[in-house]
């Protein structure tokens, strides 16, 4: 899994300034085009590497789902060095995944994007604690010393202000993504994601206890696909992106009905060269089923975006003091309008 936690995917690197420039340049294009028979050729730009965290999109590859709804769709991974907004509000892609916090802030330095289905409807960002010394509330970390993430550090003071707690009650203590510091005793809590580090941990033994920032208001979708406003507007393109959303619902729902063959998946093929652990890569898939699929997704289909969750979302984005005067406009819910039209039995 990545060791990035989505509260803070490219949120910190200085390249906002890049995702702006590309925004109000004209786009190179809309990251699709049309073939002779039909068919429209598009790109998907992942966050991160090929591996469980897009085994949907990969299913949905592999089975032929996109081909069927009219799109030759190329996925492309992405890494720690990738920042997807540029690449989208380019047209180098048609659609990207990153977080709704990081997209907000490349709308509000000028980027033309539009949230249009979101996959993870809870946020797995979590505090992790040994479970022989565990932290079981957020209140609990009064008094202790928390290991996080510099980029990550504004969303834990948010979330801790929000909740009636001092920040300043809490020591803050530098780490990066590798909670060794945990295990070594240098903190007594740790900023991780929840089908990551403590999935690491298990594997070598050690047992954890995790409470997730969501429980405590903070409604950050993950893993949203976005767009761009010119995309959006084109009858044709829109259909492509019907056809990539419908696609990628299906085998995500795929993925979490037998989420050991969509990990077997992502070893044997797409994430091959990447030297996944199966073990792990089966635990990782089995922890995102929560993730992905909620009450909201049983009334809604997968990758809603309900009003309550946009709202949700907004509030989170306030808190954060993501810059912008309407931030629900973000969202543009018509492409999954159009995908459920006729129902969520896709």
């Known amino acids: 899994m990545s060791p990035r936690s989505l509260m803070s995917r490219n949120g910190s690197r200085g390249l906002l300034a890049v995702v702006a420039t590309a925004g109000l340049l004209a786009a190179c294009g809309s990251g699709s085009s049309d073939s002779a028979d039909g068919t429209s050729s598009a790109t998907l730009q992942l966050g991160w590497i090929a591996n469980v965290e897009n085994a949907g999109p990969y299913t949905?590859?592999?089975?032929?789902?996109?081909?069927?709804?009219?799109v030759d769709l190329t996925?492309?991974?992405?890494?720690?060095s990738t920042t997807v907004e540029p690449l989208v509000a380019s047209g180098k892609a048609l659609v990207g995944l990153s977080s709704v916090d990081v997209v907000a802030r490349a709308v509000a330095e000028g980027a033309p994007l539009k949230i249009i289905a979101a996959t993870l409807q809870t946020n797995p960002t979590s505090i992790?604690?040994?479970?022989?010394?565990p932290v079981n509330t957020l209140a609990d970390l009064k008094g202790k010393k928390l290991c996080s993430q510099?980029?990550?550090q504004s969303v834990i003071n948010a979330v801790l202000t929000a909740n009636?707690?001092?920040?300043?009650d809490v020591t803050m203590v530098p780490a990066d993504y590798d909670p060794a510091p945990l295990v070594a005793g240098d903190c007594d809590a740790f900023v991780s994601v929840l089908n990551n580090q403590p999935l690491t941990l298990k594997a070598q033994g050690v047992e954890t206890k995790t409470f997730t920032l969501s429980d405590y208001g903070y409604n950050a979708w993950g893993n949203v696909l976005f767009t761009t406003d010119e995309a959006l507007a084109d009858d044709d393109t829109r259909k492509t992106l019907e056809g990539i959303v419908k696609g990628t619902a299906k085998g995500w729902s795929d993925a979490i009905a037998d989420t050991d063959a969509a990990a077997q998946l992502m070893v044997d093929g797409p994430g091959k060269d990447q030297n996944l652990d199966l073990d792990q890569q089966k635990?990782?898939?089995a922890s995102f089923v929560d993730l992905i699929q909620t009450d909201e997704t049983e009334t809604n289909g997968l990758l809603t975006m309900s009003a309550d969750g946009i709202k949700?979302?907004?509030?989170t984005m306030q808190q954060l003091d993501v810059p912008g005067d309407d931030l629900s406009s973000l969202f543009d819910t018509s492409i999954l309008d159009a995908v459920y039209a006729d129902g969520t039995d896709l």
């Open 60 to 70: 949905a590859l592999d089975k032929g789902y996109y081909e069927a709804e009219g």
């Open 75 to 80: 996925i492309t991974p992405g890494g720690p």
């Open 128 to 133: 992790m604690s040994l479970a022989d010394n």
């Open 150 to 152: 510099t980029s990550g």
């Open 164 to 168: 009636d707690i001092d920040p300043d």
């Open 283 to 285: 635990l990782a898939m």
């Open 312 to 315: 949700g979302n907004v509030e």
